[in-house]
């Protein structure tokens, strides 16, 4: 089936199979950061996959323009001038968010979903599937985010997007919207994720997704490994 | 006397990695020996001391043809640049030292922390020396929670977790004790 409809394949594949935070485990930082409540996370997802996918369209179409030996500086370029445009986007309309986010709204230039995805996908594949693999992943990690945010606005102040859920805002957690608890439901849901998926939790951190594998070549594993 | 303030409000209270959320990645990725861990933060600590020397008048060029909504953009080119300068640099001039952290350097460039301080530096409002001193702390902050954690892997790695659990999950949860301990730490200011 994954042949047949290749572009169905790109677009779904990002969204469970290879979610990006839970699976693959890229994109940490916003992740923790910005999920004390569901409505920043689906603002950050939504923000991070708007990047995602104008980044990956872009780089798409100029692939053979860009020499190969610098071409890390020019993606960051060009995700860069996007993260601009969606930060005066969010200050014009919705303000509240803006300031919510705070830096991490500018850090997504650096969240490696999305140098991860130019430099494996973008850079080597037409425009369409590009832009299609840009959504998927760009709306997984919404899902992610989303499902973070909830678990831990619930559990920690008792409410939903504002709703107040009965017995629960009596007492609420306050410890989930804290920086641990962001830590503990981040490592609860992977272990879930991998009880799902019925397979071993990834060792630690893959060099896949990692913008700078081809510079440092899985050195940095090497040596803490000798060490 | 305020330089004091922030030192400590950094390393201690707000704590980059354990509750400000910045560079988990190399948290988790580097953090398995103490001898990596020291390499990597000795290596954030100079990063990100000279990203702010340099950013600093960077910001202040923008600002003067009215155009910092740019910054984004600037600061990540030249922490780039940067990087990729040092590593040249250390290589000819330095080869020990380069040994050491040259491993490390070209990881830094897209490690959250380093933009996130001189973006941090430039909201706050802090003038050279404060902004160095945030830098400075932030960097100190890093090597901490990565000394500090290295210490608690090495001891999660022999423990009998659920399968499921083990790896990545029992890591994260560890770290969120860890953080939990440093929210002791809040209101000391």
Redesign the interface.
């Known amino acids: 089936m994954a042949e047949k409809n290749s572009n169905l394949y790109e677009f779904t594949k990002g969204i469970i199979k290879q979610n990006p935070t839970l699976v693959t485990?890229l994109g940490?930082?916003?992740t923790?950061?910005v999920t004390t409540m569901a409505k920043n996370g689906i603002g950050m997802g939504l923000a991070t996959t708007f990047v995602l996918v104008c980044s990956n369209f872009v780089i798409s179409l100029l692939k053979n323009a860009i020499p190969k030996a610098v071409r890390?500086?020019c993606f960051?370029?060009i995700i860069?001038?996007f993260?601009?445009l969606i930060?005066?986007l969010m200050k014009g309309y919705i303000p509240e968010l803006y300031s919510a986010l705070?830096?991490f709204l500018?850090?997504i230039?650096?969240?490696?979903i999305i140098?991860g995805r130019a430099e494996a996908f973008a850079s080597k594949n037409k425009i369409f599937p590009s832009v299609l693999d840009g959504l998927g992943m760009g709306l997984g990690f919404t899902l992610s985010l989303f499902t973070m945010g909830s678990i831990r606005e619930i559990l920690g102040t008792g409410s939903w997007f504002g709703f107040k859920i009965p017995f629960l805002c009596d007492d609420p957690m306050t410890?989930f919207i804290?920086?641990?608890?962001?830590?503990?439901v981040?490592?609860?849901l992977?272990?879930?994720v991998?009880?799902i998926a019925n397979k071993?939790?990834?060792?630690?951190?893959s060099c896949s997704g990692?913008?700078?594998a081809a510079?440092?070549k899985g050195?940095?594993?090497t040596?803490?490994?000798e060490? | 006397m305020s330089y004091i303030l922030i030192l400590i409000g950094c390393v201690f209270v707000n704590n980059v990695v354990l509750s400000q959320f910045m560079g988990i990645c190399p948290f988790l990725g580097v953090s398995k020996q103490m001898k990596s861990s020291v390499g990597m933060g000795a290596a954030v600590i100079f990063v990100m001391i000279c990203a702010t020397a340099i950013t600093y008048p960077v910001y202040r060029l923008l600002e003067h043809f009215g155009i910092e909504y740019l910054k984004t953009v600037a600061f990540i080119l030249v922490i780039a640049m940067f990087v990729q300068l040092v590593e040249i640099v250390m290589k000819k001039m330095m080869p020990p030292l380069y040994k050491a952290l040259g491993v490390y350097l070209p990881l830094i460039t897209t490690n959250c922390a380093v933009l996130g301080v001189t973006i941090g530096n430039i909201d706050n409002g802090y003038n050279f020396l404060q902004s160095l001193t945030n830098a400075l702390g932030t960097g100190l902050a890093f090597t901490l929670a990565l000394l500090l954690f290295s210490g608690v892997r090495a001891r999660i790695e022999n423990c009998d977790f659920p399968e499921t659990f083990k790896g990545v999950p029992a890591t994260l949860i560890a770290a969120s004790i860890v953080s939990l301990s440093f929210m002791g730490f809040s209101g000391i200011i």
């Open positions: 485990l940490m930082c916003p923790l950061a890390l500086p960051i370029v860069a001038g993260v601009t930060e005066f705070g830096v500018s850090l230039t650096v969240n490696c140098l410890v804290m920086p641990a608890g962001g830590f503990f981040l490592g609860c992977i272990a879930l991998n009880k071993k939790p990834p060792k630690e951190i990692c913008p700078n510079l440092c050195q940095c594993r040596e803490s490994e060490a």
